[in-house]
């Protein structure tokens, strides 16, 4: 058996060696020449590889527009003002308080009511002597409602006299502030809402605000 094919295997393989290799057959024109994979033919049409691909970055859609959470306060508004405790004294007497202005309010009610004050209490301490603010509180409505409350604090009394310093060295306080604030011989362009404490002496004898 094997004597007899391996004449006919070499007749074969010798047939195959002198015939020359095919061209490319028609119906492979349009793609890459299998005897040359580097040769294109003219009809060809290369198309770009999957592995080659540009990818385009995403963007995302603009966020929608939303309410900023600190909204920047117009120069031309009054403005909630930075916590700071001022003390301030009552010339020629023991009174002094300590306030902490919260906020402007424009214009000049607020001094136009503390002006009412003082005169009100200048008037009761005229007429009547000085003695204990009656049921340890005091209220006054002025202008375009604005409130001055004052009550007892620590076990101590308010007297009238004591109050009447207290509203003067409130009064003196908030003009120092605004003189400083708008520069020294400006006109007074707004009061301010406080709170502040009385002090007789070293006693804290009332509390009150104003606003």
């Given at each position: 058996?094997r004597?007899f094919t391996l004449?006919?295997?070499?007749?074969s393989?010798?047939t195959?060696i002198?015939?020359?290799?095919?061209?490319c057959?028609p119906h492979l024109?349009?793609?890459?020449?299998t005897?040359?994979?580097?040769?294109?033919?003219?009809?060809t049409?290369v198309?770009?590889?999957?592995?080659?691909?540009?990818?385009?970055?995403?963007?995302?859609p603009?966020p929608?527009p939303t309410?900023?959470?600190?909204p920047?306060?117009?120069?031309l508004?009054?403005?909630?003002?930075?916590?700071?405790?001022?003390?301030?004294?009552?010339?020629?007497?023991?009174?002094?308080i300590?306030?902490?202005?919260?906020?402007q309010?424009p214009?000049?009610?607020?001094?136009?009511?503390?002006?009412?004050i003082?005169?009100y209490?200048?008037e009761?301490?005229?007429?009547?002597?000085?003695s204990?603010?009656p049921?340890?509180?005091?209220?006054w409505?002025?202008?375009?409602s604005l409130?001055?409350q004052?009550?007892?604090?620590d076990?101590?009394?308010?007297?009238w006299?004591?109050?009447g310093?207290?509203?003067?060295?409130?009064?003196?306080c908030?003009?120092?502030?605004?003189s400083?604030?708008?520069?020294?011989?400006?006109?007074?362009?707004?009061g301010?809402?406080?709170?502040?404490?009385?002090?007789?002496?070293?006693?804290?004898?009332g509390?009150?605000?104003i606003?």
């Amino acid at each position: 058996m094997r004597l007899f094919t391996l004449p006919i295997l070499a007749a074969s393989l010798a047939t195959a060696i002198a015939t020359p290799l095919p061209t490319c057959p028609p119906h492979l024109r349009t793609q890459l020449c299998t005897t040359n994979p580097t040769t294109i033919t003219p009809k060809t049409r290369v198309s770009p590889s999957p592995h080659r691909r540009l990818i385009q970055p995403r963007i995302p859609p603009s966020p929608q527009p939303t309410q900023l959470t600190h909204p920047r306060p117009s120069p031309l508004r009054p403005r909630t003002l930075p916590s700071k405790t001022l003390t301030w004294a009552t010339p020629n007497t023991d009174t002094s308080i300590r306030t902490t202005l919260i906020r402007q309010i424009p214009g000049l009610v607020v001094y136009y009511t503390l002006n009412d004050i003082s005169n009100y209490i200048s008037e009761h301490l005229a007429r009547f002597q000085d003695s204990n603010l009656p049921g340890g509180a005091f209220s006054w409505e002025g202008q375009e409602s604005l409130m001055l409350q004052v009550v007892n604090a620590d076990n101590h009394q308010t007297t009238w006299g004591v109050l009447g310093a207290a509203v003067s060295a409130l009064r003196a306080c908030m003009i120092a502030s605004e003189s400083g604030s708008a520069g020294q011989g400006s006109a007074l362009r707004w009061g301010y809402a406080a709170y502040f404490s009385i002090l007789d002496g070293d006693n804290v004898v009332g509390v009150g605000m104003i606003g």
